[in-house]
């Protein structure tokens, strides 16, 4: 299947939908104001050619607790979400695939004032999705630069939260980038310490040692967590700790980590090279063993695989 190919079927609600038949109403509340949450996960096909969601129950928990933190909840719990993730991608024959959850709030609701228990509605699509920031990252690395757009600060978002209208900070850092012929943004914090990409997490290393930023300001990752513990099976120390752009420019290695990016070497930052200019020993090393891991070839981290 071609790159970005969509799917024959989509969940709605419930069901498997028709691809084409798969709308919502125009007036739908989370379209006018970005009431809604969504998950990005993807399915691998394994070493033994089965299929399996990578960390499918940590993507559905944080996909719940999204949802809550703006006041609604999901009619759904975390097993039923997977095990229909499972039939969706049987049903469309992916043998890897993205997978997008959603949950939004249709037109039954209008204005900002909303009900004590909004109705919820929720959506899992699936596609085919490559390399996120392109086939060449992982050889050559990608050239970023410092967005002048910042992470917002804890006091006004809600950073931990997957949350559809906090995105638009991220696409206008990443348009920023993209305009600039940068290949992706870094955003800072409102203090200026280095928070993360616009879609990824984000690693320094130093003398051999991961560091990352602190929990205020970011998404937590669940990319981030396997390194932090696929970090700790090679023996390398893992720090959270507020991050100077100084420091940034001075790293040996940059990487970033995501559902979409998966671990994507940083190899110039605002036309400084990076280290070597090439993806480091470290981040290679740690890109290996992430795909090992979403292969089922690293038995100590199976549980991470759901098959469906
Ligand atoms: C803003 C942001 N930061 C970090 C990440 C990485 O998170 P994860 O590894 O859970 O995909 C994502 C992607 O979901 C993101 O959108």
């Known amino acids: 299947m071609a790159d970005n190919a969509d799917s024959k079927v989509i969940w709605m609600d419930g069901e498997l939908i028709p691809f084409a038949s798969a709308n919502v109403h125009v007036l739908s ?6 009431s809604a949450a969504f998950e990005g996960i993807r399915a691998y096909e394994t070493a033994d050619g089965r299929t ?5 129950a940590e993507h559905m928990d944080r996909f719940q607790r999204s949802v809550r933190i703006f006041g609604g909840s999901i009619p759904y719990t975390s097993a039923e979400l997977t095990a229909a993730t499972a039939t969706l991608i049987r049903a469309n024959g992916f043998k890897s695939c ?12 209008r204005g900002l004032k909303l009900p004590k228990e909004p109705h919820i509605h929720v959506a899992i699509a699936t596609w085919n999705w ?6 060449a990252a992982m050889q050559k690395g990608i050239k970023t630069c410092i967005a002048s757009f910042r992470r917002p600060d804890v006091s006004s978002s809600l950073p ?7 995105y638009l900070n991220s696409i206008m850092a990443r348009r920023e980038a993209t305009l600039g012929g940068y290949d992706e943004a870094i955003l800072l914090d409102q203090q200026g310490y280095l928070a993360e990409g616009s879609g990824e997490n984000i690693f320094i290393v130093e003398k051999g040692n991961l560091v990352t930023p602190t929990t205020g300001a970011i998404l937590m990752g669940i990319t981030r967590d396997a390194i932090f513990t696929l970090a700790k099976s ?3 120390s893992v ?16 990487f ?13 930052i605002d036309g400084r090279a990076i280290g070597t200019g090439v993806p480091g020993p470290v981040t290679l090393r740690l890109a290996k063993s992430f795909e090992q891991s979403t292969r089922g070839e690293l038995s100590d981290f199976n549980s991470w695989l759901t098959y469906v």
Request: no cysteine; net charge negative; glycine share 10%.
């Open 52 to 56: 399996a969601i990578y960390r499918a």
């Open 130 to 135: 490559g390399k996120y920031l392109g086939d």
């Open 234 to 236: 090679h023996g390398l």
């Open 29 to 34: 509340h989370s379209l006018h104001y970005g």
């Open 98 to 109: 993205y997978i997008r959850p959603l949950a939004y709030i249709g037109h039954e609701t």
């Open 160 to 166: 931990w939260a997957k949350l559809s209208g906090s």
């Open 256 to 268: 970033f980590t995501g559902t979409a990016a998966e671990i994507t070497p940083v190899t110039s």
């Open 239 to 254: 720090v959270e700790q507020q991050i100077t752009r100084n420091r940034l420019y001075e790293a040996d290695e940059v």
